[in-house]
């Protein structure tokens, strides 16, 4: 005969005497639990089998806290009537089962959530007809072999109804007699079972009051990684776990949703046990326990180890508005933020350390504080941006920043000395001879020692970055823009900052100028349109802000195109006033006037009114084309109107032809002389009188071309 589970043979025992077999399975582990079936067959014919047998259900129990059985109406009921049992625990079961003398009713019940918090499953079971024992236990969907520790027993009592208990006094007395029989052997009955069930209970109890005996006197193991929690995505971790040395076999295992889930084994007599990961991923990341075998008992899990997974993410950004040199004593503060991605858990990691980090914040921007610091603080930090809901699921690590720690006494010692040099050198150069030669050479040990003086005492600032917007700062909605910032040619990385917020971040490429980085924005929207500013960090030290660079969007569609026109028209003379008027059918709050190349003319009107702009009296610099936007937002702005350009004529124009005549009639004669001046070359007075008619014609006619222009 066999016995298969899932399909998957387990055994097999032949016996040629009889038509039974046994088949011991044990010591019972989660992995034994299921459903099983067996099959016979004859030695002749071994893969000729009978038909399965009726399956049979193994629970294993006790791998979760037990929940608790109740009646709603009391436990002792009227013999017939239907009873409501409550099984309710805090673990986040989906199963309830309820079993009757330790036998399973029904395929049990789903969970549900009460108002209370706790999760509960209303059991209605079978008319009560005598007295019986109930309990309850709870299960997750997978495993659903692996049960809870039964709750304790709910005992029933059933009541037999007063009027059934009435005797007629025409019955005869032996019909009483067998009646006060009856009542005794029940009384008896109901006696053995209680001592049985005293017994029993008292048996299971010593047992695990001794197997948890015998657990206590094993050490818990310690479990921890070789190297670092924080492993990179792909990349290997070792794990030890560490028992005694009479421990013959070490399992890992990996914990979720409140289940153990054995991922290695190591066999031998050994104090310590090494698990390798080899591929660092979601599914490996986790929180893992180990524990160790001894005979046929098992030791307590130990204490978890938290292993996360990073590079899922883009990198953030590391940043800090103080020095990172400090003395023993102080604090500092660090700065945490992506502009890739929206995260609510950010975590700060030092460099070289064997457990996960303490400094965790939770928020959409990390903000960490350490301190008071001493020389243990120093070392490599960087932070990482997780979501909640995977917490050991990280992002790349941001840019590193490293943290020195001195001793306060020794670093005001060495201020002290350096200033008195720094100080001595000052006064050895005033004292130096005053010649040529020595002057220079003290203006540059001067220069040199200030130098020297401002570093040390932090007095040495870095120029501000200049920012600027390619095509332009006005960008139709839709299309790219490209954003610089140049600094200094020390520069390690810039950041670029929208409204105040840290937008990205950029190193200068070797290939390039280092002192300039420059941000692209793919598609220009209303929600990049705003205000930027940068800076950059040259080695310990950070720059102040840019100016303000305004990013403008045009052409958003819940604007109209306005329309504009000017009073009394395009073509004005000299000292005229003109008005402009700009339209939009939409409404607006604000409408703008550009003129090509200058800045902008401002006009508040709400609603559809139009708005106005005055200029005069007319000079030759107000000529040009002029476009007008409307807008609610200061960068946002609508399609640009027709262009209308201002013409202001020259008023001399009659005379300005009469000069072009005489010119060319100058150049008539001019022809004529120089013909006369070739053919008696000899005459000195005719050359001169030539070559200065030739500079006077040319004045007039460049003096006849400004006027025109």
């Known amino acids: 005969m066999g016995i298969n589970k899932d399909t998957f043979q387990l055994s097999a025992e032949y016996h040629f005497g009889g038509s039974n077999a046994n088949f011991p399975i044990g010591p019972m582990t989660p992995e034994h639990a299921g459903t099983y079936t067996c099959y016979g067959s004859y030695k002749h014919t071994p893969y000729e089998w009978s038909e399965s047998s009726d399956p049979v259900d193994i629970k294993i129990t006790g791998l979760y806290k037990k929940p608790s059985l109740s009646a709603l109406m009391g436990t002792v009921e009227t013999s017939g009537e239907n009873m409501i049992l409550t099984c309710t625990s805090d673990y986040q079961f989906d199963m309830f089962h309820l079993s009757m003398k330790g036998l399973p009713l029904g395929h049990g019940l789903p969970a549900e959530q009460s108002h209370s918090g706790t999760f509960q499953a209303n059991f209605l079971p079978v008319p009560l007809i005598q007295t019986e024992t109930y309990r309850c236990y709870g299960s997750f969907r997978n495993p659903s072999h692996v049960w809870s520790s039964p709750s304790d027993p709910l005992y029933l009592s059933v009541s037999v109804n007063s009027s059934r208990n009435f005797t007629s006094s025409t019955e005869p007395d032996s019909k009483t007699d067998n009646h006060r029989t009856m009542n005794i052997l029940i009384g008896l009955s109901v006696t053995m079972m209680s001592v049985f069930l005293t017994i029993l209970l008292y048996s299971c109890c010593s047992a695990k009051k001794s197997k948890s005996q015998e657990q206590a006197q094993f050490p818990i193991p310690t479990i921890s990684a070789a190297t670092s929690p924080v492993v990179p995505w792909n990349g290997s971790v070792r794990i030890l776990c560490q028992g005694i040395p009479e421990a013959f076999l070490y399992q890992l295992s990996l914990m979720k949703n409140s289940t153990h889930t054995v991922i290695e084994k ?21 929180c893992y326990q180990c524990q160790y075998r001894i005979k046929d008992h098992w030791s307590e899990y130990s204490k978890p180890l938290e292993l996360v997974v990073t590079g899922l993410y883009n990198e953030p950004v590391l940043s800090t508005d103080q020095s990172r040199v400090l003395i023993a004593g102080e604090s500092i503060s660090f700065q945490c933020s992506s502009a890739h991605d929206l995260f609510n858990r950010f975590s700060l990691v030092k460099e070289g350390d064997a457990s996960l980090p303490q400094h965790q914040h939770e928020g959409y921007q990390g903000k960490f504080t350490l301190g008071p610091v001493n020389p243990n603080f120093a070392g490599n930090y960087s932070c990482y941006c997780w979501h909640n809901s995977s917490p050991y699921v990280w992002s790349a690590p941001s840019n590193a920043l490293e943290l020195i720690v001195t001793d306060s006494k020794k670093q005001g010692y060495m201020i002290e000395n350096s200033v008195r040099m720094s100080m001595a050198g000052l006064v050895l150069v005033v004292l130096l001879p005053l010649d040529s030669v020595h002057t220079q050479v003290s203006i540059g040990l001067a220069s040199g020692m200030l130098r020297i003086l401002t570093a040390l005492l932090g007095l040495e600032s870095l120029q501000k970055p200049i920012i600027w917007a390619e095509p332009s700062t006005r960008v139709t909605n839709g299309n790219a823009v490209t954003i610089w910032c140049k600094g200094h040619h020390t520069a390690t990385h810039y950041q670029l900052y929208f409204e105040g917020s840290f937008s990205a971040l950029e190193r200068p490429k070797p290939s390039r100028a280092t002192n300039k980085v420059n941000f692209t924005i793919p598609q220009m929207t209303s929600h990049t349109a705003g205000k930027y500013t940068c800076c950059y960090q040259s080695g310990e030290r950070q720059s102040k802000s840019s100016k303000g660079l305004n990013l403008i969007v045009t052409g958003e569609c819940l ?74 937002n200061d960068y946002v702005w609508s399609f640009p109107s027709k262009p209308v350009t201002l013409l202001i004529p020259v008023q001399a124009k009659s005379v300005c032809g009469l000069s072009i005549l005489c010119e060319l009639a100058s150049t008539y004669d001019l022809i004529f002389c120089s013909l006369l001046w070739v053919t008696d070359a000899d005459s000195l007075d005719m050359q001169c009188f030539v070559y200065n008619m030739y500079i006077f014609c040319f004045a007039r006619l460049w003096l006849c071309y400004l006027d025109l222009t």
């Open 559 to 632: 604007y109209d195109t306005p329309n504009l026109w000017v009073h009394p028209g395009p073509e004005v003379t000299l000292g005229e006033n003109v008005t402009f008027f700009c339209h939009l059918d939409s409404g607006t709050s604000k409408f703008f006037l550009l003129k090509e190349g200058r800045s902008n003319h401002i006009q508040h009107r709400l609603g559809t009114i139009k708005a106005e702009f005055p200029m005069g009296p007319m000079t030759r610099a107000h000529r040009g084309t002029y476009r007008c936007f409307g807008s609610y």
């Open 266 to 286: 190591k066999l031998g007599f050994q104090k310590e046990a090494e698990f390798i990961i080899n591929h660092m991923n979601t599914t490996t990341a986790g």
